[in-house]
């Protein structure tokens, strides 16, 4: 659904929830109203809720990203990829004379896969082929950094990430390249042009929902019971 049907529904829904005359005495009835900047929060909100319990498996199915042909095509539009270069290293202090880092995408949510390739003459015919990142932690770095099979290896790189959206990668080998698949945030759901400067994630302007459309109806579902909790009416957070 558009933007204009995402707004309509909402309504419409939110307000099925009401508060009604009982035994006629109107002063018990209640209209919930928000604004179109309220509604866009409440759906950015369960848009991105929904988006992790499907990529976690903490969902009605159980099942995580890419275990299920439906899991995939759900999220398959926030699946992106990053190729870098060697002109694409910026500066550091590694912990290894081998290190290079490099900056991640600034929409990146997870990194679903991420691989190297080698450019090292001391390689021979293994010049130029490819060995898959690991992510580990500082600690788990400084044990495992000497050990011939858990440290870098022909066959594998070491990944450590620093906070701001910059990785240090480890090979055993110069590289020549770095590759990631990841999932990309979603973009927020704005209904509207937003006034006097307001933006949600970063967005002021009118935003469709870019998740495949058989999600719509449960983003839609759970941000009116994230409203309804939020104003305590006839609901409670599921």
């Known amino acids: 659904m558009d933007v204009k049907e995402f707004s309509d529904a909402f309504d419409t829904l939110l307000n099925s929830h009401s508060f009604r005359a009982q035994f006629g005495d109107t002063s018990f009835q209640r209209d919930i109203v928000l604004d179109e ?10 848009q991105e809720e929904i988006v992790i319990n499907l990529y976690n498996g903490k969902n009605p199915f159980g099942d995580s990203f890419e275990s299920t042909e439906e899991m995939r095509r759900y ?8 190729t870098y270069s060697t002109s694409d290293e910026i500066e550091g202090t590694g912990v290894s004379s081998n290190s290079v880092f ?3 995408p600034t929409d990146l949510a997870f990194i679903t896969l991420e691989q190297i390739t080698y450019d090292d003459d001391s390689l021979g015919c293994a010049d ?15 044990r495992v950094k000497d050990n011939p099979f ?3 290896t022909r066959y594998k ?3 450590l990430d620093y906070g701001d959206g910059t990785v240090e990668i480890i090979p055993k080998y110069t590289i020549g390249g770095y590759y990631i698949k990841y999932m990309a945030k979603p973009s927020p759901i704005v209904l509207e042009d937003l006034p006097d400067d307001l933006t949600i994630n ?3 302007t009118k935003s ?15 941000a009116v019971v994230m409203a309804l909790t939020s104003k305590s009416v006839g609901a409670k957070s599921e």
């Open 128 to 142: 130029g082929t490819k060995a898959n990142v690991y992510p580990v932690t500082q600690d788990e770095y400084d």
């Open 102 to 104: 490099f900056k991640l």
């Open 37 to 46: 900047y309220e509604k866009s929060l409440f759906l950015t909100k369960a």
């Open 157 to 159: 790189a070491l990944r």
């Open 202 to 204: 970063g967005v002021s």
């Open 75 to 82: 999220l398959d539009s926030l699946v992106k990829t990053k």
């Open 208 to 222: 469709e929902c870019t998740l495949n459309s058989i999600l719509h109806n449960t983003i839609l579902d759970r």
């Open 150 to 152: 858990r440290g870098p």
